[in-house]
């Protein structure tokens, strides 16, 4: 979907904004601290119905206020630049869509689609993929691999209804076996046949998201490969992306028998799909300890662009989406050399990227990289004000 317009009220730092977008480039120019970022966290939020960066929506209302309202206006694209969808939440090529998000302070918040509530809030995802790079990437590589598997999971989560349904039930379910290992522990008794009906819940679930996983990355990978030779600037790099899981080499099942009384000195499932990983090496040895920080940008860098080319080209075949997805790029280019900076603008501007959002807080720099495309749109930010 392409993203007309964006009515925000009370959101962070920006008390009031009615913006116009273009159907390609967009760009947000201002200081640091001045609500670019929020522009574009208000975005996510009409894509994800939560905010990127915080999981407490009271937090999402500007200071003193009560409430807080976001409303993005969509229309998709064209007939001729995508196959007719069997899925009905898409709507019809020449009709627009109106989605909005209401939150008020002590209140659940307030999703909806053409003015009708959503009955559950994950059966919106998918709608309107999208794509946020941002500084926070960085912690692909220097948190743990929960870290790794969010982004697996909101790559597939975007494309799969029922993956998002599975790994709903499944981190259910795991919540429950830890917390009734760790009573049952300090009781001293060993419940078998409770955990047994557990786990034998827990494995078709964890089956299919190892699948869905495993079919992901094998899709997934020469998109990351290729984005990588392109935006590289070293010629000796060799990225190396590798998924590794614990169901590629044994019974699930099994495996919760075997590791049962282990578990419950633990406290913790040691087994499982939610110990699954993203290994990311450059040539032999782990990216995290020999990569240089501009490689490790250019590593995350490639996995969120490869990301953005593989929901829209999946997206179509599958006619889940059908729609190349909205691209968020904050704050990126002051941290990458210049080589790689137009590598990646020329790239995003082609053909196989959709609607494309950037902040920057260098005008004049932000103008002469965009210099080949006539019709971006650029805002100035500040203070929370967004002027055309």
């Not at 209804?161 to 008794?189: E, H, I, M, W």
């Not at 968020?328 to 990227?353: A, T």
Request: hydrophobic content about 35%.
């Amino acid at each position: 979907m392409i993203l007309k317009e964006l009515n925000i009220l009370n959101y962070r730092n920006i008390r009031e904004a009615s913006l116009a977008f273009g159907d390609k480039l967009n760009c947000f120019v201002g200081l640091n601290g001045q609500g670019k970022t929020n522009v574009l966290d208000a975005i996510y939020l009409l894509s994800f119905a939560k905010s990127a960066f915080t999981a407490q929506d009271s937090l999402n209302i500007t200071h003193g206020e009560e409430m807080a309202m976001v409303q993005g206006v969509y229309s998709t694209e064209s007939k001729e630049e995508r196959p007719s969808l069997q899925d009905s939440k898409q709507p019809e090529d020449g009709v627009t869509t109106t989605i909005s998000c209401g939150i008020r302070r002590g209140q659940k918040k307030q999703f909806r689609k053409d003015k009708k509530d959503y009955q559950r809030l994950i059966d919106h995802i998918g709608l309107i993929p999208l794509v946020m790079i941002s500084p926070s990437d960085q912690q692909l590589i220097d948190e743990g691999s929960d870290e790794r598997r969010r982004f697996m999971d909101v790559v597939i989560s975007q494309l799969d209804r029922k993956y998002l349904d599975c790994l709903t039930k499944y981190n259910a379910l795991l919540k429950q076996r830890n917390a009734l290992l760790k009573k049952y522990a300090d009781a001293g008794v060993t419940p078998d046949d409770l955990l047994e009906v557990m786990e034998w819940q827990m494995v078709e679930p964890a089956e299919y998201i190892f699948k869905a996983r495993t079919e992901f990355f094998e899709a997934f990978k020469p998109y990351f490969e290729r984005v990588y030779q392109q935006i590289k600037n070293e010629e000796s790099e060799v990225p190396v992306l590798r998924y590794v899981s614990q169901l590629q080499d044994r019974d699930l099942r099994e495996a919760y028998v075997r590791t049962r009384q282990r578990d419950m000195i633990l406290g913790w499932t040691s087994q499982g799909i939610h110990k699954d990983d993203l290994e990311m090496r450059l040539g032999e040895y782990p990216l995290k300890q020999v990569g240089s920080q501009g490689q490790q940008r250019t590593f995350v860098l490639a996995m969120k662009l490869a990301q953005c080319l593989y929901l829209g080209e999946s997206g179509i075949r599958s006619q889940e989406s059908g729609q190349k997805p909205i691209l968020l790029l904050d704050d990126i280019f002051d941290r990458l050399d210049s080589e790689r900076v137009e590598r990646i603008v020329e790239m995003v501007q082609g053909d196989e990227f959709g609607q494309i959002f950037i902040t920057d807080t260098d005008r004049q720099h932000l103008t002469e990289i965009l210099r080949p495309n006539e019709n971006a749109k650029i805002f100035h930010v500040e203070g929370g004000r967004i002027e055309n």
